[in-house]
Nanobody, 125 residues
Framework: EMQLVESGGGLAQAGGSLRLSCAVS????????IGWFRQAPGKEREGVSC???????YYADSLKDRFTISKDNARNTVYLRMNNLKPEDTARYYC???????????????????WGQGTQVTVSS
């Protein structure tokens, strides 16, 4: 059974940093695109980042200078480092796992077809 477990969220000050983690199990980790999206109350889901099966990374244009996605294949874990946090980054953050398919994704080839329970990020000031 596929499981995606996000962690690492919390309260941060504007200008601070957080690193989110996503532990993946129940699927062939190396054969899936792993990504992140977020959703704030009253707003639509927003794609954040995507890490592909062949090591490419993609970001939302507004976030690419502040956020970094990385993978530890040995631990089946994906990370999202968020720097210079802003109040508008406040949202619940979800990681996703997507088997490659033909067609345009939301962020790079990630289409965010499945996700975990999410982790809350709140940025003050």
């Amino acid at each position: 059974e596929m499981q995606l477990v996000e962690s690492g969220g919390g309260l941060a000050q504007a200008g601070g940093s957080l690193r989110l983690s996503c532990a993946v199990s129940g699927l062939p980790f190396d054969d899936y695109h792993i990504g992140w999206f977020r959703q704030a109350p009253g707003k639509e889901r927003e794609g954040v980042s995507c890490s592909t099966t062949d090591g490419r990374t993609y970001y939302a244009d507004s976030l690419k200078d502040r956020f970094t996605i990385s993978k530890d294949n040995a631990r089946n874990t994906v990370y999202l480092r968020m720097n210079n946090l802003k109040p508008e980054d406040t949202a619940r953050y979800y990681c996703s796992a997507d088997p490659p398919k033909t067609g345009r994704g939301t962020i790079g080839p990630c289409y965010f077809g499945s996700w975990g329970q999410g982790t809350q990020v709140t940025v003050s000031s």
